[in-house]
């Protein structure tokens, strides 16, 4: 049997809002579109003729977020929609964003994983915020290829959770062969009794970050993902949840990791699970290895992040649904490849970046710190263009944190002093209780402020988030 094309236009995922018309305009940047339709992400309309490129405009605005058919909330949106528009383009191009915020409150973008100018990254001391009603033109290359997304870097806890976020892919020249792909934006949204997006929580949910509340997969809950046999999928997944872990298994299947934060891996890793910290991303080849005309579902298997809360219960993301058509013939394994070496830490004294925490039972309050200072008080970190940095992230609480570095990619040297097996590039990386993690990275010439923070929402509000400035 003769294997067709990789799909276009063929809808190959049922939401609980499948009827739904986004009234957003497409277009295509050369890669194969299917997922972007058929997951209702919208996608940003490119205005610039020039094939280098990709110029949209965005804005931030209230507006109605349909979870499922008759539930509604009121959220924050980009372009009227949650996730916001996707955003697709090619290495080297020039991204050009028209942002305006129709919010009542002052805003950012943080291109999340991009490797932007200082200027450009929507973080504080780096942009000055973009005020109610006010606009801001973002420009700048796309130097990688990867899965990165966007989102604003002021009162994220709320702003986030209101539904301000975005997926954005870059594409190489060597991309992998697959008969569809898409992406997959992960989040969980906690009603109140009045069925809106809850307010901030009390002293525990700021400790522990918001982790619970209804599964939604790019925007909608109860999604189910139709595959024919045979098929080759290609799933970018964006971990968009305040502080939601995802340990992801599918019954009878496994997963081939091609890329992580900062684009390919040197070599493809077959997993039974994919582990996303929130902030994190995974590319990811998914083979349809069932009988047609059955059913898996993509799960959320427990994970204890050592806050006290226990061991999560399972939560199911999404429900594939195989067809009945026959199975198409079985694709041979991935051979992509790329240069990816360790770098050299040889006779770099490692710099100690210490993580804690601090609760008064008497005020009922919880502080965040990093190097034992809380935001905005932490003492600034410097660095200079082209000067090699082992930094010794040390977690003295008993509670996972995700480390996030603005700017630069990192590798993984060790975890208490365990190598790493193999090398790759970060921006994202979980931290576990207790362990001290050595990490690397080398600053290139973009002098500038850069934050550096625990990604879980609520740490970052209440002060887990430090300066590194860059200097020539």
């Known amino acids: 049997m003769s294997r067709p094309a990789p799909t276009l236009l063929v809808t190959l995922l049922t939401l609980a809002a499948c009827g739904e018309d986004t009234g957003a305009p497409t277009v295509s940047r050369g890669g194969p579109d299917s997922w972007a339709s058929a997951l209702s992400l919208p996608r940003a309309t490119d205005l610039n003729p020039d094939p280098r490129v990709v110029e949209v405009n965005l804005d931030a605005r209230m507006g109605d977020w349909q979870l499922s058919p008759g539930r509604v909330v009121q959220a924050m949106t980009y372009n009227g929609g949650v996730p916001g528009p996707l955003i697709e383009a090619h290495v080297g191009d020039t991204l050009v964003v028209h942002f305006t915020n129709h919010l009542a409150e002052p805003t950012t973008i943080h291109w999340h994983g991009v490797r932007v100018p200082a200027e450009m990254d929507g973080a504080p001391h780096s942009q000055h915020p973009v005020a109610a009603g006010g606009s801001f033109e973002y420009r700048f290359t796309l130097p990688d290829a990867g899965t990165f997304w966007y989102h604003p870097h002021m009162n994220e806890a709320r702003q986030m959770e209101l539904g301000l976020y975005g997926a954005i892919v870059v594409r190489g020249p060597d991309e992998p062969t697959v008969d569809v792909e898409g992406a997959l934006v992960l989040d969980d949204v906690l009603l109140g009794d009045d069925g809106q997006i809850a307010p901030a929580g009390d002293l525990l ?196 944190h995700p480390f996030h570095l603005h700017g630069f990619f990192f590798q993984i040297v060790s975890r208490n002093g365990v190598a790493e097996p193999s090398p790759s590039w970060e921006d994202t990386a979980d931290l576990r209780g207790h362990e001290r993690m050595r990490v690397v990275f080398r600053p290139d010439d973009r002098p500038g402020s850069w934050m550096y923070h625990c990604h879980i929402l609520e740490h970052v509000d209440h002060g887990m988030m430090a300066e590194l400035m860059v200097e020539r």
Do not use: K
């Open 205 to 400: 949910e700021i400790h522990s970050g918001r982790d619970a509340g209804l599964q939604v997969i790019n925007g909608h809950a109860g999604a189910t993902l139709a595959m024919r046999a045979g098929q080759r999928q290609r799933w970018h997944i964006v971990n968009a949840g305040s502080a939601r872990f995802y340990r992801l298994a599918l019954a009878g299947h496994r997963f081939t990791v091609i890329g992580t934060d900062g684009g390919r891996l040197a070599t493809p890793r077959v997993v039974d699970e994919l582990f996303l910290v929130p902030g994190d991303r995974l590319d990811v080849l998914v083979d349809a290895s069932a009988t047609p005309g059955t059913r898996a579902v993509l799960r959320n298997m427990p994970y204890d992040r050592g806050h006290g809360s226990g061991v999560f219960e399972a939560q199911d993301v999404l429900s594939v649904a195989y067809t009945a058509e026959a199975p198409l013939p079985t694709r041979a394994p991935p051979t992509l490849t790329r240069n990816l070496s360790p770098m050299d830490t040889q006779g770099i004294t490692p710099r100690e970046v210490r993580f804690s925490e601090r609760i008064d039972e008497a005020t009922q309050t919880v502080t965040f710190m990093i190097n034992g200072a809380s935001w905005p008080d932490v003492p600034m970190t410097r660095a200079t263009v082209g000067q090699t940095q082992v930094w010794d992230l040390v977690n003295e609480s008993e509670m996972d």
